[in-house]
């Protein structure tokens, strides 16, 4: 398994400002997700970041809005930019760490956006 | 595309009653199935997985069995007690190779179990 922290816990950030999650990992890992999850609602998948290369947005996810940094095998960030309430979710990380998907996920960022 | 469908919820059992969360999917190749758990106030953790047909997932007392037949991978518990309260997915991954690891989740279904 892995360890995974996420900063910060929570946040609460006006609308038309930027905020940026950090997720650190405690062992190198080549695969790391971004979800997003809704009040009341499922996971959905923002982007796939590998290390060394340019992060994979799903459909409905630009990184305009959403850019990430994967400088290493241990950490990655996700920027929420130009915030609207809309954008008040859970932001989650995970890591790929089996060949068969066993993904583990940090404990999550609470984003309110007033 | 991928789908995972499963029980809308909330279920409301007593403790010590018999739990079925029914999950059923549709994927082009052949993927595997997991079950994640998310406690209140607290993040999602694997509950168990299985990933070929006729495999059967456990771990804390529940089961879940991949049956490619039905597409379905229904979790199951004999006796659930009030810490078995949270909410609970569904999920799939493809796995046709290449690098596209990510999951597929159902909607969740919210189990709560009354002393």
């Known amino acids: 398994s892995a360890v995974i922290s996420q900063k910060p816990s929570r946040d609460i950030c006006q609308r038309g400002t930027s905020l940026t999650i950090q997720c650190q990992v405690d062992s190198q890992v080549t695969m790391m997700f971004w979800y997003r999850q809704q009040p009341g609602q499922s996971l959905t998948l923002i982007a796939t970041?590998?290390?060394?290369?340019?992060?994979?947005?799903e459909s409905g996810f630009v990184i305009d809005k959403f850019p990430i940094s994967r400088p290493n095998l241990t950490f990655s960030t996700l920027t929420v930019s130009n915030m609207s309430p809309e954008d008040s979710s859970i932001y989650l990380c995970s890591v790929d760490t089996t060949a068969f998907g066993e993904q583990y996920f940090g404990p999550g960022t609470r984003l309110t956006v007033t | 595309g991928d789908s995972v469908t499963q029980m809308e919820g909330p279920v409301t059992l007593s403790e010590e009653a018999f739990l079925t969360i029914n999950c059923t999917y549709t994927a082009t190749g052949y993927p595997s199935l997991f079950w994640y758990v998310q406690y209140p106030g607290e993040g999602l953790q694997l509950l168990l997985k299985?990933?070929?047909?006729?495999d059967k997932g456990s771990n804390k007392g529940f089961e879940a069995t991949y049956r490619k037949e039905t597409t379905s991978f229904h979790l199951e518990k004999g006796s659930v007690q009030v810490s078995d309260s949270a909410v609970y997915f569904c999920a799939l991954r493809e796995n046709s190779g290449g690098s596209n690891y990510k999951l597929t989740f159902g909607k969740g279904t919210l189990l709560t179990v009354n002393p």
């Open positions: 299985a990933t070929k047909a006729d």
């Open positions: 970041a590998n290390q060394g290369s340019e992060a994979t947005y």
